[in-house]
Structures are given as C-alpha cells and as structure tokens.
C-alpha cells in the first residue's frame, strides 16, 4: 500500500524543490499545489507563498484527520472522492476571495495527496455566493483538475492549459434573491448534481478545517445539505464585442459511427460550404423509419438557399425544417404507428454571426477563451423511459429553439448526437477540445465513445473559427 504523506518538516523542502517558476507577480493568477503523476515532490505555483502556506497547512492536518477517522480503509475512501468546488472569503486565507477545485490525486511513486487549483479575486468584494454561478469556470477547472488521473497526463500541457483560464466571474441572481444573512465570512462548498444540474453542498463559519474535509467524504453530505446560493437568472441576449477581424473562415472534421450495438447508422452528418450551414440529424430508434427521417430532413437542408442577414438565413432554415416535419407527418397521417422522427442540431454562420438551432436532444457545445459550454437545451420528457419532447416528425408543430452570437476567432463548436455526451463527460469531452488539434478531434471523441461502449449511433463535428489572413 502506498505511504501516507510525510510530514511537514519533509515537505517545506520538496515545495521548494518542486516550484514551478513562482514570482512575486503569479499572486493574482491561478495556480495550483497538490501531487501530480509526473512528479515526486509536491508541486505549485501561482498562489503566492502566504495561499500556499494556508493550503498546505489546511490540507495537512485533513489527511491526518481522515486517517484517524478511516485507519487503513483512508486511501481508497480518499481516491474515491469526488471533485468539490469552495469559495472562500476574503481575509480568511489571504486579502483576496479564493475560488477553487480539489480533487483527489497522488505522486510518481503512488503516494496520495489532494490537488487544489484555485484562484486569487483580489478585486471582488460582492456577494461570494454570485461566484457559484459560473459554471462554465469550475466545469472548466474540473476538467483541467481531473486531468491529473490520465495516464497520459503531461505537466507542460496541464500549466499551458491553466493559464488560457480566465477568472471566475460573478454570476446574476434570480430577482427577488435575499441578500445574504451570514454576519461570519465562512466557506462554501459544492457539487453539482450529474442528473438535474443542481448545486449541493454546504457552508462553514471560517476558514476550511479538517472537520470540513471530512465532510466532503460523507456519501449522502451533497444530497441532504442546503445548496451554497440561490439559482443563476435565466440568461439574457446581451451585445457581444465584434471580434478582431471580419475575414473569418471556417474548417471543420467529423466522425460518425453505428455505436458497439448497431449495424444501421441513422445519424446523418449535412455540411454545405453556401451557405454554411452545419448540421448533425439524429433519427429516433434503429430501424428504416430512424434513416427515412434523418435523410428528408437532411434532404431539405440541402434546399436552403443563401441569404443576406443572419436573421433570414435563420428563417430559411426553419422553413426547410417545418417542411421536413410535414413531411413526415402526412406520409403517415393514415397509418396506426407514429411518424419517422429525428432530433437535429444546426449550426448557421453568416459573416462574423452564427445561428443555432435545435430540436430533440441532440447538442451543441461552444469552447472560447479556454472554456467549454453547452449552447443547447435537451428537448425530453420527465418520465420512467427517456423520451423526445420537442423533434422532427414527433406530433404538433415544430417550433426549435434559437440562439445566436458573434464569432471569434479561435472558437471552436461541437455539434453531437446525445449519446456521445452519455458516455463521455463533458470534462471528458472538454479536454479533448483543448489539447486535440481539428484534423484529429473527431476522431479521437468517436474512439474514446468507442472505448467506453457507446451502444447507439453517435455523430460529432468540430468547427473552428480562424482569422482569414488572405
């Protein structure tokens, strides 16, 4: 079994043997300290030495603790911990709110310690709860975090990584939120609920301590304490900054794939260069009525003329996909079973613009600045068996969802069927964005779904903005 972490005497010398660079101007950056695969020696950087003086200190006396409470059972309760996220306020470590991830990890030789990447707010004094909001910052941190367990994780890529993040940033409250009623500073802790996308967690008076630690081992501590803030108001369009240049142009790759259980494959993948349109169709269940309805739908797309304005190209695709939808509804307005039907996500782009659109469950990701984030809303049914609430060919009228944008150059978008992201985290998905380069990112999503047994049909397309430098 491997030995427990030595003690603190030992590990002030492997801090300053394993420190990556730290400079007195690294204090407002994220950084990180914990074990890492790749070294021997604890290791951080970009916290300061007073961050990193109270992390050490905090995380020591936890594991002593979690060792009297677990005796030799500690280490694999410990690597089975799940990633926790904590906001603690200001002046309780530093002059500064700290945001972060811990997860569990260990060093070359198997030794286990946590990982902590977390960040310095020097500048924030609102309500700490408004941090919690943004998940696209944790699920992005999370996902970096986690990254530590690959066996083939890299230091180089991990630090490139780390420094594309921006800061957390405050998120909006619904109206009417309470304002805060804690006379304390304290911390909070939190995950999120895989099924429902609900906070749960807990907040503590103080600064962590080892009590605290141990609640994040308790089974049921996410799902019977109280969420640590209230939930985000819903989003709102706002402007977006035009980016650098208007000369963009778009590459993209792709993969499709039957799935380990099917020999039909009734995913179709549709790209058309004029007008840029890119679309992933998925047709509802595995027989000829699945392929009849991805191909119409598909076949109509392929009608869709070019237009001015990003808002009629939008309307010239809603057209083509209500006549899709009539389509398969009249061909069986005489028969006793149910339409062919498909869910479908289309991604439009006009100029420096995009569109999506979508019905059904089939998905949409964005990864800007480092961060990846779902565009899309799964269209399903509250139910024993998971079901369409919105699609192709499904009964009522078609109305899909729209939202729009501008681009930047260095977006990337994921356009996928569902049950990529069943079988694939989207941290998973997330760090395969990041480090893979477009001739080989479909690919490599379509092997690892492969790899964890996707049974069903799965499409992905990658599509990067570049500048366009003639």
């Known amino acids: 079994?491997?030995?427990?972490?030595?003690?603190?005497?030992?590990?002030?010398?492997?801090?300053?043997?394993?420190?990556?660079?730290?400079?007195?101007?690294?204090?407002?950056?994220?950084?990180?300290?914990?074990?890492?695969?790749?070294?021997?020696?604890?290791?951080?950087?970009?916290?300061?030495?007073?961050?990193?003086?109270?992390?050490?200190?905090?995380?020591?006396?936890?594991?002593?603790?979690?060792?009297?409470?677990?005796?030799?059972?500690?280490?694999?309760?410990?690597?089975?911990?799940?990633?926790?996220?904590?906001?603690?306020?200001?002046?309780?470590?530093?002059?500064?709110?700290?945001?972060?991830?811990?997860?569990?990890?260990?060093?070359?030789?198997?030794?286990?310690?946590?990982?902590?990447?977390?960040?310095?707010?020097?500048?924030?004094?609102?309500?700490?709860?408004?941090?919690?909001?943004?998940?696209?910052?944790?699920?992005?941190?999370?996902?970096?975090?986690?990254?530590?367990?690959?066996?083939?994780?890299?230091?180089?890529?991990?630090?490139?990584?780390?420094?594309?993040?921006?800061?957390?940033?405050?998120?909006?409250?619904?109206?009417?939120?309470?304002?805060?009623?804690?006379?304390?500073?304290?911390?909070?802790?939190?995950?999120?609920?895989?099924?429902?996308?609900?906070?749960?967690?807990f907040r503590v008076s103080g600064a962590p301590g080892p009590s605290d630690f141990l609640k994040l081992f308790a089974e049921d501590a996410a799902r019977e304490a109280e969420q640590p803030g209230p939930a985000p108001r819903r989003q709102q369009a706002t402007a977006e900054p035009k980016p650098a240049t208007a000369n963009l142009k778009l590459l993209h790759s792709y993969a499709s794939h039957p799935g380990t259980r099917l020999s039909v494959n009734a995913d179709i993948v549709f790209i058309s260069p004029i007008p840029s349109i890119f679309a992933i169709v998925d047709g509802v269940g595995d027989g000829t009525s699945a392929v009849e309805a991805s191909k119409v739908a598909a076949g109509m797309l392929g009608d869709a003329k070019p237009q001015e304005t990003i808002e009629a190209l939008v309307q010239e695709i809603k057209g083509k996909l209500g006549q899709a939808h009539g389509l398969l509804q009249s061909g069986h307005l005489t028969s006793e079973r149910s339409a062919p039907a498909a869910s479908i996500v289309v991604l439009a782009a006009l100029h420096e613009s995009f569109a999506l659109l979508w019905a059904g469950d089939a998905r949409c990701y964005l990864l800007r600045d480092g961060m990846m984030r779902c565009l899309t809303r799964d269209h399903t049914k509250i139910g024993l068996r998971r079901s369409l609430a919105k699609g192709i060919g499904l009964k009522g009228q078609l109305v899909p969802d729209v939202v729009s944008g501008r681009l930047h150059p260095g977006d990337r978008f994921l356009l996928c069927s569902n049950p990529l992201p069943q079988v694939l985290s989207e941290r998973s998905i997330a760090n395969i964005m990041l480090s893979t380069e477009l001739g080989k990112v479909s690919a490599v999503l379509a092997q690892e779904a492969l790899i964890g047994n996707c049974r069903e049909n799965f499409s992905v397309t990658v599509v990067d903005v570049k500048a366009d430098r003639g």
């Open 1 to 201: 079994m491997p030995s427990p972490a030595p003690r603190n005497s030992d590990r002030h010398a492997m801090n300053e043997r394993a420190t990556l660079g730290q400079t007195s101007s690294d204090a407002d950056r994220i950084g990180f300290f914990g074990k890492l695969p790749t070294h021997g020696d604890f290791v951080w950087t970009g916290l300061g030495r007073k961050l990193h003086g109270a992390i050490d200190a905090w995380l020591q006396s936890s594991l002593e603790a979690i060792q009297a409470e677990f005796g030799g059972q500690w280490e694999r309760r410990f690597r089975s911990m799940p990633s926790w996220r904590f906001i603690v306020e200001q002046d309780l470590w530093v002059p500064a709110t700290v945001a972060g991830v811990i997860v569990p990890s260990l060093d070359r030789v198997g030794r286990s310690f946590p990982l902590v990447v977390a960040a310095q707010l020097h500048g924030f004094s609102g309500d700490p709860r408004s941090l919690c909001l943004d998940d696209t910052w944790f699920v992005a941190t999370e996902g970096l975090a986690e990254t530590s367990a690959r066996r083939d994780f890299d230091i180089d890529t991990f630090t490139t990584n780390l420094k594309q993040l921006r800061p957390p940033r405050p998120g909006q409250f619904y109206d009417g939120v309470e304002p805060s009623s804690f006379t304390q500073p304290g911390t909070f802790w939190w995950r999120m609920n895989s099924e429902d996308r609900r906070m749960r967690g």
